[in-house]
């Protein structure tokens, strides 16, 4: 498998925890970007969309993650800078809207993928965490053209979620500073 190390970190507050995520993908951004904004690519490792997939500031979105009406998301675009950068705010389910970052950066021949999810609910840390790793591998998948098997993907995602979990900890360890909790 071509995925590199994951970088988390949490940081934020408490109440308003973010969750940081870098990848490096040996691809560059124009073929990142694609894969971000691309309705056939987005549904073959991200989910399905009920129309256009978002591309400009102001697009709403929403999207089945797989489990029918129980999965579904909304969001609108409020950055979007081709091959560099796109924002959107999320809603899953009846949680409080958060948002969501992508950026990407030229790293050597390939590209740095850094995503942040700040959260409305401290409650869905390690949830998001886990959901996102597994998210970033289905990615790669795209990229490379790979079929990873479901059973592997779940254990990434168990595993992000336990890795998320410790640094939800650590952090509850230091009264509560969010700030500078990171793992690989």
């Known amino acids: 498998m071509t995925l590199s190390t994951i970088t988390r970190i949490l940081h934020g507050t408490p109440d308003q925890p973010t969750l940081s995520f870098a ?20 549904s073959r490792w991200f989910g399905h969309f009920d129309g256009p ?7 709403t979105f929403v999207v089945d993650l797989g489990g029918g009406d129980a999965d579904r998301a909304t969001g609108t675009v409020t950055t979007c ?12 389910q009846d949680e409080r809207p958060s ?10 021949a390939g590209t740095r993928l850094r995503l942040r999810h700040t959260l409305a609910e401290p409650d869905h840390v390690v949830g998001y ?5 597994q998210m970033l591998m289905a990615l790669d998948d795209e990229l490379t053209g790979t079929t ?3 059973s592997t ?6 595993e992000g979620n336990r890795a998320w979990g410790a640094l939800l900890s650590e952090a509850g360890q230091r009264d509560g500073a969010v700030d500078g909790a990171q793992g690989t």
């Open 129 to 133: 965490g886990g959901g996102w790793e």
């Open 153 to 158: 993907h779940e254990a990434v995602e168990q």
């Open 53 to 59: 997939a978002p591309q400009r500031v102001g697009d």
């Open 148 to 150: 990873t098997t479901q």
């Open 23 to 42: 990848r490096d993908y040996a691809f560059s951004p124009a073929d990142l970007w694609s894969a971000l904004t691309d309705a056939t690519r987005l």
């Open 81 to 92: 800078e081709p091959e560099h950068s796109l924002s959107y705010g999320w809603q899953w």
């Open 99 to 108: 948002q969501v970052q992508v950026t990407l950066e030229p790293n050597g």
